[in-house]
């Protein structure tokens, strides 16, 4: 059987790329779930009188998961690192899966009271906690178990593409669920049946990752006679300025990100208006623009480069993104094709940005730290992500504000993102050049 560079085979190889698709694309399905039914769980968990503050207290939870998250990367990411990308995979998705599910038991508000919200809290900071691990597995195994050749494909197939269809299994769910609780049945049942999806997804997962090999870069790291690397590395021999320059680019990638797909389903619903049948459908097929978009510009990052993509996309969202904003917003609402055209176009784009950023994160740290490395700029970055659609709902007095904050911030993220990659260095390869230094030294330590 054919091989790949690194040692592996081919089919071991895929399967391993496979695994850490469908690990992420499963961790966001389970993430994506409160997004989709934002407005129902504000209603039944955290009622006040105004829409907004509703929205924004469900947002805030969703921000609350975010916080915890870099959290979990340093916890998860240091046993990535010691005892394998697999074994850190099978715990963390098994802990996201049970603790979704185990929001869809939780009593509402006028049944509990203040118990209602403290209780989905403490459900949402023990997720994020798991959610920050799965990027320490999910993000180096893919990458770490490919050939040079097929990095920046599979940067973009597990970080934009694990996005894409997590969220289209999501709106999937919702369609089915909508229509088996429809109106009213939705609120009392179909809303806790969609959190209770996530042990499924969990069950899935693990009889994926039954049959995967672990790292070949990391299994020849454990065999070197290179010391261990600690935590504090991280920070060590000027790589302090290396960590705050990855933190503001997955910054700026991530709110990109949570302002648009992540935003998408409140703005079609409590802000555009649009029917909540057509809702599910228009999610759907933008989700599926977002595997189109990542896998195309991960793969464009192995022919241009990851620093000259980012900027290449990220220079066109600055104009692109606040404008589809605009045009969703201010089109007839029963115009649902036009919609989902512009929804497409916004995560299309948006996903597009944020590509090639999961490789060129594994790229900037050696082996023996990129689980630890990527984990916590990742979850970092996509942490302050996850505060912007709060912030935007903080900044509208009513609904009708949201529209033009939003695009404000979007300029803002944007314009970020670019200046973190203009600052940054190209690194395309450098995987390589590692695996080709430890070759030439191992020799004399054998």
């Known amino acids: 059987m054919s091989t790949t560079s690194i040692g592996l085979s081919r089919r071991s190889a895929l399967y391993a790329s496979f695994a850490s698709v469908a690990g992420w694309s499963f961790d966001l399905f389970d993430l994506f779930i409160l997004l989709y039914i934002a407005g129902t769980v504000g209603d039944l968990i955290f ?16 921000a609350v998961s975010v916080l915890l998250r870099p959290a979990g990367a340093a916890i998860f990411g240091a046993v990535a690192d010691r005892s394998g990308r697999k074994r850190t995979m099978v715990i963390v998705l098994a802990g996201v899966g049970l603790s979704t599910a185990a929001m869809g038991a939780v009593p509402t508000y006028a049944a509990a009271g203040v118990v209602a919200p403290l209780l989905f809290l403490a459900l949402r900071l023990v997720q994020g906690v798991f959610v920050g691990g799965v990027v320490a597995a999910t993000h180096t195994l893919g990458t770490e178990s490919v050939g040079q050749r097929w990095r920046g494909l599979m940067s973009g ?38 959190f209770f999806t996530g042990l499924g997804a969990a069950l899935i997962s ?26 504090t590395d991280l920070v060590r021999g000027g790589r302090g300025g290396l960590l705050v320059l990855n933190l503001v680019l997955v910054a700026g990638a991530g709110s990109q990100y949570y302002l648009t797909s992540g935003f998408l389903p409140t703005l079609l619903g409590k802000v555009s ?34 620093r000259r993509t980012m900027l290449m996309i990220g220079t066109f969202n600055l104009v692109a993104l606040p404008l589809l904003v605009w045009l969703i917003t201010s089109t007839d609402p029963t115009n649902t094709g036009l919609i989902m055209f512009y929804a497409t176009a916004l995560a299309f784009f948006a996903n597009a940005a944020y590509a090639p950023v999961l490789v060129f994160l594994n790229e900037r740290y050696p082996t023996a730290l990129r689980g630890r490395g990527t984990a916590i700029c990742w979850n970092l970055g996509f942490m302050v992500g996850g505060l912007m659609p709060s912030l935007v709902n903080l900044a509208s007095p009513a609904l009708a504000d949201v529209p033009g904050r ?22 395309r390869g450098a995987m390589d050049v590692e695996e080709s230094k430890r070759r030439a030294v191992q020799p004399a330590v054998e």
Do not use: C, D
């Not at 009622?47 to 969703?62: E, G």
């Not at 599926?288 to 510009?297: E, N, T, Y």
């Open 206 to 231: 693990f009889f994926v990752l039954r049959g995967v090999e672990e790292s070949p870069l990391w299994k020849a790291q454990q065999n070197s006679s290179a010391p261990k690397a600690r935590f």
């Open 157 to 194: 197939l597990i970080g934009g593409g694990g996005a894409g269809i997590g969220a289209a299994l999501a709106s999937a769910v919702f369609i089915l669920v909508s229509t088996i609780f429809p109106g009213e049945q939705f609120n009392v049942w179909g809303w806790r049946v969609m």
């Open 273 to 306: 208006g649009v029917a909540q049948s057509a809702q599910g459908m228009i999610l759907l097929v933008s989700s599926l623009g977002v595997i189109v978009a990542a896998i195309s510009a991960g793969e464009l990052s192995e022919h241009l480069g990851r």
């Open 406 to 427: 939003l695009m404000a911030f979007l300029f803002g993220v944007v314009l970020v993102f670019i200046v973190a990659g203009v600052l940054s260095p190209e690194t």
């Open 47 to 62: 009622p006040v009188a105004s829409p907004t503050l509703s929205l924004a207290a469900v947002y805030a939870s969703f």
